[in-house]
């Protein structure tokens, strides 16, 4: 998540917004927010619906067994079409900023489907 | 003759103590180092040579050097971290869900709508409709994490 805020402007002049998604509540991702310095979105999915929706759900990972995401990243355009996933095979491993913005500007320039 | 001190084992226990307990708070967070933890491997190589010579020097020179308990107990203890450290990294790290029914490229990504920090609520047509830094939105990154609890 550092990373990403650090490399924010990027993101901001390509009109690539951000939005981090967890079981935590609103209330630990303000404090979480605040304490770090964050400026994109940090979202709340407490019952884990939109993490189940989206098929990251990792039961019982969690410090005492509860239900959290598995790491996981899904780039949207503006049509609400998936343009991008990255589910990696262990959890110390997650996309990277500079992935993603290279991912991006190869699909804003590569013609519209060719990547597929 | 007095017997010098063994310190190649000891020194090189401490690396093997450093090359596992070094990963998570410091080379996981380095984008080079993260992926693959080839710096903590370096130093467990590194470490583990120098209890190699420690134990050498144990055995073969024991009129000079001394620590042959100690050469065998730190090197069965520096072989239990490397265990430990390969099994947290290469097979528990890695058990992670299938995500089968993941949304695919080319899908639509299902809509949602959930509370930001401010406790509003948020949906991602929204996100998509809206601008980002002064810019229309392009495109978004949804970043699904563990969380903090």
């Known amino acids: 998540m550092r990373s990403f805020q650090e490399r924010l402007a990027e993101f ?7 939005a981090a998604i967890s079981v935590d509540s609103p209330a630990i991702n303000r404090e979480y927010v605040r304490k770090e310095g964050y400026t994109f ?29 598995r790491p996981g990243e899904f780039l949207i355009d503006s049509t609400g079409t998936v343009r991008w996933v990255n589910l990696t095979e262990s ?16 699909l804003v320039r590569a013609p519209l489907g060719a990547n597929r | 003759m007095k017997r010098r001190w063994n310190a190649s084992l000891w020194v090189g226990f401490l690396v093997m103590l450093a090359a596992a307990f070094s990963y998570i708070p ?16 370096t130093l467990f190589a590194t470490g583990a040579a120098l209890i190699g010579l420690g134990l050498t020097r144990a055995f073969r020179r024991p009129d000079a050097y001394r620590g042959k308990v100690a050469a065998v107990v730190l090197a069965a ?32 990504a299902p809509e949602f709508s959930l509370l930001d920090a401010g406790g509003n609520p948020v949906a991602l047509s929204s996100l998509l409709s809206s601008s980002v830094g002064g810019r229309q939105t392009r495109a978004i990154l949804l970043i699904f ?5």
């Open chain 2, 77 to 108: 203890l520096g072989a239990g971290v490397l265990g430990f450290f390969l099994v947290g990294t290469f097979h528990f790290a890695r058990q992670l869900p299938q995500s089968a029914g993941a949304p695919r490229v080319g899908q639509k």
């Open chain 2, 145 to 149: 994490y563990r969380g903090f609890w």
């Open chain 1, 12 to 18: 901001d002049a390509r009109g690539l917004r951000l």
């Open chain 1, 41 to 69: 979105a940090f979202l709340s999915d407490p019952a884990a619906q939109v993490i189940r929706r989206y098929d990251v759900l990792h039961p019982g990972a969690g410090p005492e067994g509860q239900q959290v995401a």
């Open chain 1, 91 to 106: 959890v110390l491993v997650r996309a990277r900023p500079g992935q993603v913005l290279q991912v991006f500007d190869d």
């Open chain 2, 26 to 41: 410091i080379f996981a967070r380095i984008p080079a180092t993260r992926d693959f933890p080839w710096v903590n491997l």
